[in-house]
């Protein structure tokens, strides 16, 4: 099985730029060979996709965060990273990684919180 760790949440203002981390341990090389993404869900709302990375480094976006995310991943670290620029309040949420389509547990998540 595979265990998963969000970090790098925080409150930030509008406009700004955050870079969350997901790190993984346990069944690292199934961590390695799948495709994985960044979840996020906000009070009273579903969780969504945001971004996912194949293991050969394909991207895809959500239409509310192309542009703004930049998902990457560091095959050495088992760890896949989200670049958050140009924050908008409506991206506040817990950010959580699984993999895609969703297979794993769910770790903590990070929260992030973009207000003035």
């Known amino acids: 099985q595979v265990q998963l760790v969000e970090s790098g949440g925080g409150l930030v203002q509008p406009g700004g730029s955050l870079r969350v981390s997901c790190a993984a341990s346990g069944n690292i090389f199934i961590f390695s060979i799948s495709t994985v993404g960044w979840y996020r869900q906000a009070p009273g709302k579903q969780r969504e996709l945001v971004a996912r990375i194949s293991p050969g480094g394909d991207t895809v976006y959500a239409g509310s965060v192309k542009g703004r995310f930049t998902i990457s991943r560091d095959s050495a670290k088992y760890t896949v990273y989200l670049q958050m620029n140009s924050l908008k309040p409506e991206d506040s949420a817990g950010y959580y990684c699984?993999?895609?389509?969703?297979?794993w547990g769910w770790g903590q998540g990070t929260q992030v919180t973009v207000s003035s």
């Open positions: 699984n993999s895609f389509p969703i297979q």
